[in-house]
């Protein structure tokens, strides 16, 4: 069982800044070969996606985020990074690493993001 641990969450002001961190626990070259993302969940809505990463490097990001976040990985750390720049309030929610390989999905348990003033 793969298991993927967020960390990073927390609360920040309207228009600041935080990083959120996913490490996998499967071996170097899986991870490698894993195509990454990150979706959100608010209460009373359906779990969204936010940014992806596939295993070549290609990423893809919801218009809601697009240029104010950023989606990344280090494959010797068997980790994947959204570093996530002017946060607004429609950008609380609890934020979920996903990894898929080869018809396998895995997700993390997540980590609360709050944005208020």
């Known amino acids: 069982q793969v298991q993927l641990v967020e960390s990073g969450g927390g609360l920040v002001q309207p228009g600041g800044s935080l990083r959120l961190s996913c490490v996998a626990s499967v071996s170097g070259i899986i991870f490698k070969l894993s195509n990454m993302g990150w979706y959100r969940q608010t209460p009373g809505k359906q779990r969204e996606l936010v940014a992806t990463?596939?295993?070549?490097?290609?990423?893809n990001y919801a218009d809601s985020v697009n240029d104010r976040f950023t989606i990344s990985r280090d494959n010797a750390k068997k980790t994947v990074y959204l570093q996530m720049n002017s946060l607004n309030p429609e950008d609380t929610g609890v934020y979920y690493c996903?990894?898929?390989?080869?018809?396998?999905?895995?997700w993390g348990q997540g980590t609360q993001v709050t944005v208020s003033s």
């Open positions: 996903r990894r898929d390989r080869a018809g396998s999905t895995s």
């Open positions: 990463i596939n295993s070549g490097g290609d990423t």
